[in-house]
């Protein structure tokens, strides 16, 4: 079964720390691997997508990974801000007609100040 | 340039009544879909569609049609709603099937069912 599981489920730090969102995946055929940011009441906004072929992309102060051999990814963000409040959701895309794709549930992380 | 504009933004049926959820983009998207989302679960697709005339089920399509006559628009329709239709609804675009296509959301429609 295509799953993405995504971990911790909520994570709070302090604003200025940096942090690691973890998502690991079963999605196959794999296409490609792309992390949404989601503010409280809004729609998902792209960060980053990588392909197979990608190990790292970075977004500003986003830095995303992906190790395909083991169907990993991690969203490290550097020098969090307040701003940086938000769930953040790991998605595969099917390599397949139609494009779709397949959510994780979410990280919520909440920075204080 | 709107992007994907989904209205209303909030509503409240009673159970049995029917609804449509619209949803247009203004980007020349072929590919549109609309998802739901649930606490503790990533969205999950309910129908998509490749192209004007073209729809398919997603994972989730029981009790939801869509029907897609225009390029830019892709209502959903709640035929009688029911409690477990309860969520908040998002719609997508993309350009296309390539592998970097990027999809954008609409801001969201949040149905309460009683």
């Known amino acids: 079964k295509n799953q993405v599981e995504q971990s911790p489920q909520s994570l709070i730090i302090l604003e200025g720390k940096n942090c690691t969102l973890q998502?690991?995946?079963?999605?196959?055929?794999?296409?490609?691997l792309r992390w949404y940011k989601q503010d409280t009441g809004r729609g998902p906004v792209s960060l980053t997508i990588?392909?197979?072929?990608?190990n790292t992309k970075s977004n500003g102060r986003y830095t995303a990974t992906l190790d395909a051999d083991t169907k990993q990814s991690s969203l490290h963000i550097t020098a969090s801000q307040l701003s940086d409040s938000a769930s953040y959701i790991c998605v595969v895309r099917l390599a397949q007609g139609g494009n779709k794709l397949v959510f994780g549930a979410g990280t919520i992380l909440r920075v204080k100040s | 340039n709107a992007g994907v504009t989904q209205t209303p933004k909030f509503q409240v049926l009673k159970t049995g009544q029917s609804m449509t959820l619209q949803c247009a983009q203004d980007?020349?998207?072929?590919?549109m879909s609309w998802y739901r989302q649930d606490p503790g679960m990533g969205l999950r697709l309910i129908h998509y569609?490749?192209?004007?005339?073209?729809?398919d089920q997603g994972e989730v399509p029981n009790g939801y049609n869509v029907s897609r006559s225009t390029t830019e628009d892709f209502p959903l329709r709640l035929l009688s709603a029911a409690p477990s239709q309860t969520s908040v609804y998002f719609c997508?675009?993309?350009?296309?099937?390539?592998?970097?296509?990027?999809?954008?959301f609409g801001q969201g429609t949040r149905l309460t069912v009683v």
């Open positions: 998502c690991n995946y079963t999605v196959s055929p794999f296409s490609n």
């Open positions: 569609s490749v192209g004007a005339g073209i729809t």
């Open positions: 990588m392909t197979f072929s990608e």
């Open positions: 980007m020349n998207h072929e590919y």
């Open positions: 997508a675009s993309s350009s296309g099937g390539g592998e970097g296509t990027e999809a954008f």
